[in-house]
């Protein structure tokens, strides 16, 4: 099947690693299916994509609503393509003391860490098992790993969702989906960063830093893994990393 033909889904599409994802992708052909809360703000990206060759439809979806991902999933498949990749990259990084932690902010913090992955990790299975093929990317943290003070409600997301992809890919690569959790380990180069942590930014120029379009290659690599070797979890981080 062309490339053309074919939807690549990037829930969660910011400014930096989740966008460089969706460029990355439609480069090769693919049209980048891209959403975030309101569609409005993915005007920019649509835009970008297009101005550099490629095609991209954004979506403005709550990744926690059920009724809204698989209305989502059913509007691609219908009016773009089979979605040949999923990617969900949807960060929920919050730092609170546990004692000042919320209900209201665990909550929310694990549904959209971990729930809204199961749901586009659920429904994109749907459509992608009867094909047999199909890619399904989760993006991870330092907090999938170990749980760091302040971050319980974070790690307590990201954890879940490590543990749906290792479910889902001992589940559904017998049946040839793959399914990947990269591992983001370390400050990426971002707005946010820059601005909030200017001493760390500053490594930048000694590539201390991850790059969200290297990133984004590592995402595409994934994708094109012949079925006799596929990662299952992958650590991304710049070489001076601590780990």
């Known amino acids: 099947m062309p490339a053309a033909t074919r939807a690549a889904l990037v829930v969660g599409a910011g400014d930096a690693t989740g966008g460089a994802i969706a460029r990355r992708f439609a480069r090769e052909g693919y049209t980048a299916c891209v959403t975030r809360r309101t569609a409005d703000a993915l005007q920019p990206l649509v835009e970008r994509i297009r101005a550099e060759g490629g095609q991209a439809v954004g979506y403005g979806s709550d990744a926690r609503d059920e009724a809204a991902v698989t209305a989502l999933v059913a509007q691609i498949e219908r009016e773009v393509g089979p979605i040949e990749v999923a990617v969900f990259n949807i960060g929920a990084n919050v730092r609170f003391n546990v004692a000042d932690t919320t209900e209201r902010v665990y909550r929310k913090v ?134």
């Open 110 to 243: 694990w549904e959209m860490g971990a729930l809204a992955g199961f749901l586009m990790g659920r429904e994109v299975a749907k459509v992608m098992l009867p094909r047999g093929r199909g890619t399904i990317l989760f993006t991870g943290a330092t907090a999938s790993l170990r749980g760091s003070a302040g971050f319980s409600a974070f790690a307590g997301a990201k954890h879940a969702l490590r543990a749906l992809a290792q479910s889902m890919a001992r589940e559904l690569g017998p049946q040839g989906v793959h399914v990947a959790h990269i591992v983001i380990d370390g400050a990426i180069d971002t707005r946010f960063i820059a601005e909030n942590f200017p001493a760390r930014y500053a490594l930048k120029d000694r590539a201390g830093i991850l790059e969200p379009d290297h990133i984004a290659d590592n995402y595409w690599h994934l994708h094109q893994q012949p079925r006799s070797a596929w990662t299952h979890e992958l650590d991304l981080r710049p070489w001076m990393e601590a780990f």
